[in-house]
C-alpha cells in the first residue's frame, strides 16, 4: 500500500513536469526498468535511490498520507 502511493505520488510529480519514465531515471542516475517499478509500486527504494528521485523531481519535502 505504502509502496504504490509513493509509486502514484511519483508518477504523478514526474508527469507535471513533463518527462517520461526513462528521462527521469536518466536524470535520477538510476536505471529505467528500477524506477519503472518503483513507480509501480512494485520495488521497494532505498533511502539513496529516493533522495536521487526526490532530486530529479525537485521535490523538498514527501508527503504520502
Known sequence: KDLAALGKLFRTAREQIGLSQAKLAKKAD???NYYAYVERG???ISYKSLLKVLR???MKTLDIR
Request: hydrophobic share 45%; proline share 0%.
Open 30 to 32: 538510476l536505471s529505467a
Open 42 to 44: 512494485e520495488k521497494n
Open 56 to 58: 530529479a523531481l525537485d
